[in-house]
């Protein structure tokens, strides 16, 4: 009998998608601070992941 798939995760984040690409939706709303808002993003993500 074959084991049922639930689920099927994997992680894309750095190598598939541009992890900063809100840089410039967040420099439009808070002019100035999109870079520190992407970068404070990204930081985030990583500590999740580790």
């Known amino acids: 009998m074959k084991p049922e798939i639930k689920a099927f995760i994997f992680d894309v984040y750095g190598t598939l998608f541009d992890v900063h690409s809100v840089k410039e939706k967040c420099d439009d709303i808070f002019p100035g ?18």
């Open 33 to 50: 601070k999109g870079l520190s808002i992407s970068q404070s993003w990204r930081n985030k993500q990583l500590n999740y992941f580790f």
